[in-house]
């Protein structure tokens, strides 16, 4: 067999090794690739001896004592998918480039395409591009004119920063000192902020002004600050020279005018930013690895019936990653071959008959940036120490850990090696996690590192990626068609036509006047839709978990034989839900079942006595299979119902899966509470959630963009004819999908615009009238009676030492202003008293997070309110499925450059309608959203809801004037700045003259 041939199987079979590289020994490795790899591939291939041979020979591996060690070159193997790939493997057809990254069928995502611009737009984009990327060209001075400026002008750029709101004048100097005489045809403010005004002798095309050599002349631009913030502009200044024929030309300059509020200059950038450096791992030929000491977990191995397999990602689809799923020159002949198939099935519509093939390799995309991602926090040189508790630890401090920076917990491990070593083979050491301490970190290592360990050696630190999520998603797709979960995943009718509803007595009484929650009751407990799943689709507020616990109730009580899974993506979640079923059910009936790495702290202290807590044990354990058996309900998360298949508890002995949240969590992740434990022919699945709110988090765009982003509900809900609405009647099938229609929750006012824009329009009003009216004679209201305001604010959004985040200080300077004023107008004119836990403040951004927290410390208005550490601070995903009495907003994006980011990356709330919903859906009586209206009006959603806040005169802040894309175009058509035929792709930037 030729070499190649040998080697493309010795490092398939290393990767086939997956978690067992450790193993070293070669009797070892021979007896796992004769019984083991070369079964799964039907015992043909090359012999052991000519796989290892070859290996040698190469210099791939290297032999001694009887061990085989691999020439590992330690450098980033995985290649961060948001990247631009190296121009020099875009060598292939602009077809074949489209085509590679285009979303399968059956993804639903948005599909990228190119604008069509008339050739008026057009070359007001290209005018706009110049204005952008030829910016030093265009403020050079030229033509013999010198522009100078009070204040100084640097590199084109005025930058005046001012203490108080008033009225400021930047004066502009216009100099001919050039020889021949020079006309001054036009100048003009590009951005339409109303802040600005010129002040001097009108100076246009029709009445030029004739500079002679040596002559000056002197524009003044007025600038009246009625706001706090950062309110920036161009100027526009046109010449021509007298000289006949001559040409026209122009000099820009910008403006930036800035007044900041004490607090504001307080939480202003301390360090200037730089850019993330990804550390570069110095290349290592031979490396070994020493195992560290896992925690201890109680009762690991009862439920250990079923074993996971390792998953690992093929090298190839590695390499195809690299190169964005796209022909090049870098792909080795194996990646090459594996190309057009790779790519036909993510594009492919799934199916039963190709689910696991489809999932696997998408599954393995998430996992190469999940690597990519998490290896951005290594640390280099750095010292541990020995915990004084216990000797047998070592700490090390992990700073923004405690914020999952990086998301680490017990049981997940690191591998540490010495800075400085030039040993060969270097010892790389695994060191567990047995317990995170704030931004500490508590390690087991092996005895070994232990006797060589000082407190003053310099370590390397990689984080290694926990990979037992992904593998139960693997085996829950391969178990899934080993089950033949068609008729569940791929439903296509019920098994019986039409079933007689039963008459039910609820516990819960509220629920009797709502005719929604009661068809799905009624529905689920009959299994009208059985085998097909019943989705409970419910909007925000509309009682969908309290329509869950009564199902789940109603069907116990109705057959004493049932077995009930309860599960949902998240922790907080399922405890909410074990809570809500203890009233109906009693706790010793409904049993929760943690994972063994949960935090203690995180746990509800009423819930101790009944889940798998051991005090005898200090620890979580699971409990053998046949207790677990014994409960009617259990309560767990998606991925630790894994634990249950791995345990074997037979399948059919859930008679129900209830998924709550399902919206939240990716297919492969819902299935893996289904997938070998329900029986597709006799069980009922119910999924419940909201499609139209946030979806699974991804990190992958190869994987989002081909599928992997869309739920296992939402799929149904769009792909699925069973839950469609009916064109003629305007309903949805009762049997197999309910949608809740009564919010229970919001003021009206806020639910306007999403119910327009997500919900056809169906949601109707039943909060309680006087907690939603609560607000509504708030003398700080815009208008009396709407308890919205959008407050608009010109900030500027800013980043600061090595954080990516964005914060906008003069946003959260209103944020506190309306802090302060709600704190002082409590119990005025029957307003409420109020607490701290009522108030949420939600913001895209990590560091406007930060920010904020530290406003509420600091803000002298705040102080005394000792109580304001109980106000909720956090993104919107923190948010979901979660409500406040008193909700505000920071948007914080208030510039044009980062726009185009948040689409492609799916971040702030630009771009993404989900967030848009979730975040204006959290409110029960006032809501007040802060952000740039400029800036946001780009995109159709915020318009909508800006202009609606406008309308209603909820709307205050900046004076701001939506400029109409015709004025934008005129402005731009005029201007005398020649442009090349280069195209210009984002017919959208057409539209960014109209803001800073």
């Given at each position: 067999?030729?070499?190649?041939?040998?080697?493309?199987?010795?490092?398939?079979?290393?990767?086939?090794?997956?978690?067992?590289?450790?193993?070293?020994?070669?009797?070892?490795?021979?007896?796992i690739?004769?019984?083991?790899?070369?079964?799964?591939?039907?015992?043909?291939?090359?012999?052991?001896?000519?796989?290892i041979?070859?290996?040698?020979?190469?210099?791939?591996?290297?032999?001694?004592?009887?061990?085989?060690?691999?020439?590992?070159?330690?450098?980033?193997?995985?290649?961060?998918?948001?990247?631009?790939?190296?121009?020099?493997?875009q060598?292939?057809?602009?077809?074949?480039?489209?085509?590679?990254?285009?979303?399968a069928?059956s993804s639903?995502?948005?599909?990228?395409?190119?604008?069509?611009?008339t050739?008026?737009?057009?070359?007001?984009?290209?005018?706009?591009?110049?204005?952008?990327?030829?910016?030093?060209?265009?403020?050079?001075?030229?033509?013999?004119?010198?522009?100078?400026?009070?204040?100084?002008?640097?590199?084109?750029?005025?930058?005046?920063?001012?203490?108080?709101?008033?009225?400021?004048?930047?004066?502009?100097?216009?100099?001919?000192?050039g020889?021949?005489?020079?006309?001054?045809?036009?100048?003009?403010?590009?951005?339409?902020?109303?802040?600005?005004?010129?002040?001097?002798?009108?100076?246009?095309?029709?009445?030029?002004?004739?500079?002679?050599?040596?002559?000056?002349?002197?524009?003044?631009?007025?600038?009246?600050?009625?706001?706090?913030?950062y309110?920036?502009?161009?100027?526009?200044?046109e010449?021509?020279?007298?000289?006949?024929?001559?040409a026209?030309?122009?000099?820009?300059?910008?403006?930036?005018?800035?007044?900041?509020?004490s607090?504001?200059?307080?939480?202003?950038?301390?360090?200037?930013?730089?850019?993330?450096?990804?550390?570069?791992?110095?290349?290592?030929?031979?490396?070994?690895?020493?195992?560290?000491?896992?925690?201890?977990?109680?009762?690991?191995?009862?439920?250990?019936?079923?074993?996971?397999?390792s998953?690992?990602?093929?090298?190839?689809?590695?390499?195809?990653?690299?190169?964005?799923?796209?022909?090049?020159?870098?792909?080795?002949?194996?990646?090459?071959?594996?190309?057009?198939?790779?790519?036909s099935?993510?594009?492919?519509?799934?199916e039963?008959?190709?689910?696991?093939q489809?999932f696997?390799?998408?599954?393995?995309?998430?996992?190469?940036q999940?690597?990519?991602?998490?290896?951005?926090?290594?640390?280099?040189d750095?010292?541990?120490?020995?915990?004084?508790?216990?000797?047998?630890?070592?700490?090390?401090?992990?700073?923004?850990?405690?914020?999952?920076?990086?998301?680490?917990?017990?049981?997940?491990?690191?591998?540490?090696?010495?800075?400085?070593?030039?040993?060969?083979?270097?010892?790389?050491?695994t060191?567990?996690?047995?317990?995170?301490?704030?931004?500490?970190?508590?390690?087991?290592?092996?005895?070994?590192?232990?006797?060589i360990?000082?407190?003053?050696?310099?370590?390397?630190?990689?984080?290694?990626?926990?990979?037992?999520?992904?593998?139960?998603?693997?085996?829950?797709?391969?178990?899934?068609?080993?089950?033949?979960?068609?008729?569940?995943?791929?439903?296509?009718?019920?098994?019986?036509?039409?079933?007689?509803?039963?008459?039910l007595?609820?516990?819960?009484?509220?629920?009797?006047?709502?005719?929604?929650?009661?068809?799905?009751?009624?529905?689920i407990?009959?299994?009208?839709?059985?085998?097909?799943?019943?989705?409970?689709?419910g909007?925000?507020?509309?009682g969908?978990?309290?329509?869950?616990?009564?199902?789940?109730h109603?069907?116990?009580?109705?057959?004493?034989?049932?077995?009930?899974?309860?599960?949902?993506?998240?922790?907080?979640?399922?405890?909410?839900?074990w809570?809500?079923?203890?009233?109906p059910?009693?706790?010793?009936?409904?049993?929760?079942?943690?994972?063994?790495?949960?935090?203690?702290?995180?746990?509800?202290?009423?819930?101790?006595?009944?889940?798998?807590?051991?005090q005898?044990?200090?620890?979580?354990?699971?409990?053998?299979?046949?207790?677990?058996?014994?409960?009617?309900?259990?309560?767990?998360?998606?991925l630790?119902?894994?634990?249950?298949?791995?345990?074997?508890?037979?399948?059919?002995?859930?008679?129900?899966?209830?998924?709550d949240?399902?919206?939240?969590?990716?297919e492969?992740?819902?299935?893996?509470?289904?997938?070998?434990?329900?029986?597709?022919?006799?069980?009922?699945?119910v999924?419940?959630?909201?499609?139209?709110?946030?979806?699974?988090?991804?990190?992958?765009?190869?994987?989002?963009?081909?599928?992997?982003?869309?739920?296992?509900?939402?799929r149904?809900?769009?792909?699925?004819?069973?839950?469609?609405?009916?064109?003629?009647?305007?309903?949805?099938?009762?049997?197999?999908?309910?949608?809740?229609?009564?919010?229970?929750?919001?003021?009206?006012?806020?639910?306007?615009?999403?119910?327009?824009?997500?919900?056809?329009?169906?949601?109707?009003?039943?909060?309680?009238?006087?907690?939603?009216?609560?607000?509504?004679?708030?003398?700080?209201?815009?208008?009396?009676?709407?308890?919205?305001?959008?407050?608009g604010?010109m900030?500027?959004?800013?980043?600061?030492?090595?954080?990516?985040?964005?914060?906008?200080?003069?946003?959260?300077?209103?944020?506190?202003?309306?802090?302060?004023?709600?704190?002082?107008?409590?119990?005025?004119?029957?307003?409420?008293?109020?607490?701290?836990?009522?108030?949420?403040?939600?913001?895209?951004?990590?560091?406007?997070?930060e920010?904020?927290?530290k406003?509420?410390?600091?803000?002298?208005?705040?102080?005394?309110?000792?109580?304001?550490?109980?106000?909720?601070?956090?993104?919107?995903?923190?948010?979901?499925?979660?409500?406040?009495?008193?909700?505000?907003?920071?948007?914080?994006?208030?510039?044009?450059?980062?726009?185009?980011?948040?689409?492609?990356f799916?971040?702030?709330?630009?771009?993404?309608?989900?967030?848009?919903?979730?975040?204006?859906?959290?409110?029960?009586s006032?809501?007040?959203?802060?952000?740039?209206?400029?800036?946001?009006?780009?995109?159709?959603?915020?318009?909508?809801?800006i202009?609606?806040?406008v309308?209603?005169?909820?709307?205050?802040g900046?004076?701001?004037?939506?400029?109409?894309?015709?004025?934008?175009?005129?402005?731009?058509?005029?201007?005398?700045?020649?442009?090349?035929?280069?195209?210009?792709?984002?017919?959208?930037?057409?539209?960014?003259?109209?803001?800073?």
């Open positions: 067999m030729p070499s190649s041939k040998a080697l493309e199987y010795g490092r398939d079979f290393f990767d086939f090794l997956g978690d067992r590289r450790s193993i070293t020994h070669e009797i070892e490795l021979k007896r690739y004769d019984f083991e790899f070369m079964c799964r591939r039907g015992n043909e291939g090359p012999q052991f001896s000519t796989v041979s070859a290996l040698l020979k190469a210099k791939k591996a290297y032999k001694t004592e009887g061990r085989i060690y691999l020439n590992d070159i330690k450098v980033q193997v995985n290649y961060d998918q948001w990247r631009r790939r190296p121009r020099a493997s060598s292939h057809s602009s077809s074949t480039q489209s085509t590679a990254m285009m979303p069928a639903n995502s948005p599909t990228l395409m190119a604008p069509v611009l050739s008026e737009k057009k070359l007001a984009a290209e005018v706009l591009h110049k204005l952008k990327t030829e910016k030093k060209t265009l403020k050079a001075n030229k033509g013999g004119i010198e522009i100078t400026s009070d204040p100084e002008e640097k590199f084109g750029r005025v930058r005046l920063t001012v203490d108080g709101l008033g009225e400021y004048v930047i004066k502009f100097l216009i100099v001919n000192k020889a021949d005489s020079v006309h001054f045809t036009l100048y003009t403010v590009l951005h339409q902020l109303r802040c600005f005004t010129l002040k001097g002798k009108s100076v246009t095309r029709a009445a030029p002004l004739l500079l002679c050599s040596g002559e000056s002349y002197e524009v003044e631009v007025w600038c009246k600050l009625k706001d706090y913030g309110f920036p502009t161009t100027i526009y200044f010449f021509c020279p007298s000289v006949a024929q001559s026209h030309f122009c000099i820009v300059r910008e403006i930036a005018v800035g007044a900041r509020t607090l504001a200059k307080e939480l202003g950038s301390v360090v200037p930013y730089k850019p993330h450096e990804v550390i570069k791992h110095k290349p290592v030929k031979k490396t070994l690895i020493e195992e560290g000491v896992p925690p201890e977990y109680s009762g690991v191995y009862c439920l250990m019936e079923m074993k996971l397999g998953y690992r990602c093929p090298h190839y689809l590695k390499e195809l990653a690299k190169q964005r799923l796209e022909d090049s020159s870098y792909l080795s002949p194996t990646a090459k071959r594996n190309l057009q198939s790779v790519r099935l993510l594009q492919s519509s799934l039963m008959q190709n689910y696991s489809r696997h390799p998408l599954l393995h995309l998430e996992e190469l999940m690597e990519v991602d998490i290896g951005k926090y290594d640390l280099h750095q010292t541990m120490s020995l915990d004084p508790r216990n000797r047998d630890l070592v700490t090390l401090n992990v700073p923004g850990v405690a914020e999952k920076r990086p998301s680490v917990f017990r049981g997940s491990c690191v591998r540490v090696s010495k800075s400085q070593d030039t040993e060969q083979p270097v010892i790389a050491y060191g567990y996690i047995h317990k995170v301490e704030l931004d500490t970190l508590k390690l087991g290592f092996s005895k070994r590192f232990l006797q360990f000082r407190d003053d050696i310099k370590f390397d630190v990689e984080f290694v990626l926990h990979r037992l999520t992904l593998k139960l998603q693997h085996r829950a797709v391969d178990l899934a068609q080993k089950h033949g979960l068609g008729e569940v995943l791929f439903p296509s009718g019920p098994a019986v036509t039409r079933l007689a509803l039963p008459k007595s609820l516990f819960n009484h509220q629920l009797e006047n709502n005719p929604e929650q009661c068809a799905a009751i009624q529905h407990v009959a299994g009208s839709s059985k085998p097909a799943p019943h989705l409970v689709f909007p925000p507020g509309t969908k978990t309290m329509t869950l616990v009564e199902a789940i109603q069907v116990s009580k109705a057959d004493s034989s049932v077995h009930i899974l309860a599960c949902t993506p998240q922790n907080a979640a399922c405890d909410e839900l809570q809500r079923l203890i009233p059910m009693g706790p010793h009936n409904v049993y929760r079942l943690c994972a063994l790495n949960r935090d203690l702290s995180s746990v509800p202290r009423q819930l101790l006595t009944y889940c798998n807590w051991d005898s044990k200090d620890g979580f354990v699971f409990p053998k299979k046949e207790v677990l058996m014994k409960h009617k309900v259990i309560v767990t998360t998606m630790t119902a894994g634990r249950l298949v791995s345990g074997g508890i037979p399948v059919g002995h859930f008679t129900h899966v209830f998924v949240e399902g919206g939240q969590a990716v492969p992740e819902c299935v893996i509470a289904v997938a070998g434990l329900l029986d597709p022919g006799k069980g009922q699945l999924l419940a959630g909201d499609h139209k709110q946030l979806g699974p988090i991804i990190h992958s765009p190869l994987a989002l963009n081909n599928g992997l982003g869309l739920s296992l509900l939402e149904l809900m769009k792909t699925n004819t069973l839950y469609e609405k009916n064109q003629d009647s305007g309903h949805f099938d009762s049997r197999f999908v309910t949608k809740l229609l009564r919010n229970y929750r919001s003021h009206g006012a806020f639910l306007k615009i999403p119910n327009e824009l997500f919900y056809d329009n169906e949601l109707q009003e039943f909060a309680d009238r006087e907690e939603c009216q609560a607000y509504c004679k708030w003398r700080h209201l815009p208008q009396e009676g709407f308890p919205l305001i959008f407050h604010v900030g500027k959004e800013e980043r600061e030492h090595r954080s990516p985040s964005w914060f906008n200080v003069t946003e959260i300077d209103v944020v506190v202003d309306y802090l302060i004023k709600l704190k002082k107008t409590q119990g005025e004119n029957g307003l409420p008293n109020l607490h701290a836990k009522d108030i949420g403040i939600v913001a895209p951004f990590r560091k406007q997070i920010k904020i927290k406003a509420l410390q600091s803000a002298p208005g705040l102080r005394k309110w000792t109580e304001v550490k109980e106000i909720k601070v956090g993104c919107v995903e923190e948010f979901q499925g979660q409500e406040r009495k008193i909700i505000i907003i920071s948007t914080v994006r208030s510039s044009d450059n980062y726009v185009k980011m948040d689409k492609d799916n971040i702030g709330f630009l771009s993404n309608e989900k967030r848009f919903n979730v975040a204006v859906t959290r409110a029960r006032l809501l007040i959203v802060v952000g740039n209206p400029v800036i946001l009006s780009k995109n159709p959603t915020w318009k909508t809801f202009s609606y806040c309308r209603q005169n909820g709307y205050r900046i004076e701001f004037q939506d400029k109409g894309e015709d004025d934008v175009l005129h402005l731009l058509m005029v201007l005398k700045i020649r442009v090349d035929n280069n195209p210009v792709a984002d017919e959208k930037s057409v539209q960014q003259l109209c803001q800073p």
